[in-house]
């Protein structure tokens, strides 16, 4: 999901909600993808966690331009390219080693965006949508428990819970890109 952004109203559109756009509807269809084909291989579960987490860190890097925190913002996104770079480089991957990176990640990030938005809701700082992002943060870190106390559960119930963070990342991305969208000016 997007890190934590300024919220201000007369800031100007952002140039990169294409590329939001465009990798949050990527990653919502991988968690979707995910969610339909449960009985898919190992490798093939691997491959689909390890596209969708690096299309999701190059999306929450971009994104981190915005951010109040570029630093851990930048951070949080390069944790996630790089939990999907180490599942798609594992030569035969198994379902351990998939919900031990998995769930590695979920909760690092989780904890991660609990952080920012904490640092955010300082004086000054924008915490309209803290609730939502807490809401998130503990979401990607249940999840993440689950997979590493759970690791013998079968691809489908991983593919799915798995599948559930991609689909709410995907959709916040999504939205968040459209948000950021410029609109026609009203004289």
Do not use: C, K
Not at 32 to 48: D, K, M, V
Not at 148 to 167: E, R
Request: aromatic letters at 4%; glycine letters at 12%.
């Amino acid at each position: 999901m997007a890190t934590i952004y300024r919220q201000q109203r007369d800031s100007a559109p952002s140039a990169l909600w294409p590329a939001l756009v465009l990798l949050g509807v990527a990653v919502t269809v991988l968690g979707l993808l995910l969610i339909t084909n449960p009985f898919a291989t190992a490798g093939a579960l691997a491959a689909l966690a390890g596209v969708a987490l690096v299309l999701s860190g190059i999306s929450e890097t971009i994104a981190a331009a915005r951010a109040e925190n570029v630093a851990g913002a930048a951070l949080f996104g390069i944790l996630l390219v790089l939990g999907g770079i180490v599942i798609l480089l594992w030569p035969g991957a198994t379902l351990r080693v998939v919900a031990l990176v998995v769930g590695s990640v979920l909760i690092v990030t989780g904890a991660a965006r609990a952080i920012l938005i904490r640092r955010s809701r300082a004086p000054g700082g924008g915490g309209r949508n803290a609730p939502t992002g807490y809401a998130l943060a503990a979401l990607s870190v249940v999840l993440g428990v689950l997979a590493l106390v759970w690791p013998g559960a079968t691809i489908v119930v991983l593919a799915i819970l798995f599948g559930i963070q991609l689909i709410v990342t995907g959709v916040a991305e999504t939205a968040l890109g459209l948000a950021l969208r410029p609109h026609g000016r009203h004289a």
